[in-house]
């Protein structure tokens, strides 16, 4: 060990991160030591919040720390446009494109049978509830285009049949690509180039 506990410590944890290896870890760190006892304490308290105050919105799913998300809470948003996502990034995403007025449902997960993930292991059935008793109902699926967003796709698209349009994102978005890596523009151009689903 070349450095203090403490320090490799915090390093560790720097590392459990996504993306982060043993260098990016180490500057992270060192850059920590360098903080003054007020940013120090801001940090903490703002990773001690995040675990403790953010919980699924009781709508949508999303992240929140309220029980109902700011944009299922928005009276202006059309609440008859429902964007279908796999997880919350993919919320954050589109939030940053500005132009969706909609509102959103998260899955949290997609059907994938080979890794015994099912329709009832993620959330599909709060969508057909939402989608009760709503004739001007559109559902966009903004799923990933792989095998498992597609058997998603279908499966979501058999239960809405009748009960309004289901579109999907277009195929400008290359196959296999993750919806929270794409560029703004490519996004934005998917949402206003959506084609309505025919389902058999």
Do not use: W
Not at 23 to 37: C, Q
Not at 63 to 86: A, F, G, M, P
Not at 155 to 161: E, N
Not at 180 to 196: I, P, V
């Amino acid at each position: 060990m070349i450095y203090p506990k403490s320090l490799e410590e915090l390093i560790l944890y720097f590392k459990k991160l996504p993306g982060v290896g043993e260098k990016s870890a180490e500057r992270l760190a060192l850059s920590v030591v360098k903080f003054n006892e007020e940013d120090i304490n801001g940090f903490s308290k703002a990773l001690v919040n995040v675990r403790k105050k953010l919980q699924k919105c009781s709508r949508c799913a999303s992240l929140t720390d309220s029980e109902i998300c700011n944009i299922c809470n928005n009276k202006y948003r059309n609440h008859n446009i429902i964007c279908v996502v796999e997880d919350y990034k993919s919320v954050f995403m589109f939030e940053k494109i500005g132009n969706f007025d909609g509102v959103y449902h998260v899955l949290e997960g997609l059907i994938s049978p080979i890794d015994g993930i099912n329709p009832d292991d993620i959330n599909i059935s709060m969508l057909i509830e939402r989608c009760k008793n709503n004739d001007k109902l559109e559902v966009i699926v903004a799923l990933k285009p792989t095998i498992e967003g597609e058997a998603t796709t279908m499966y979501i698209t058999k239960l809405l049949k009748g009960r309004g349009k289901v579109s999907r994102l277009s195929y400008g978005i290359p196959m296999g690509t993750e919806i929270d890596y794409l560029d703004a523009l490519t996004l934005e151009r998917a949402l206003n180039d959506r084609q309505e689903i025919n389902s058999a």
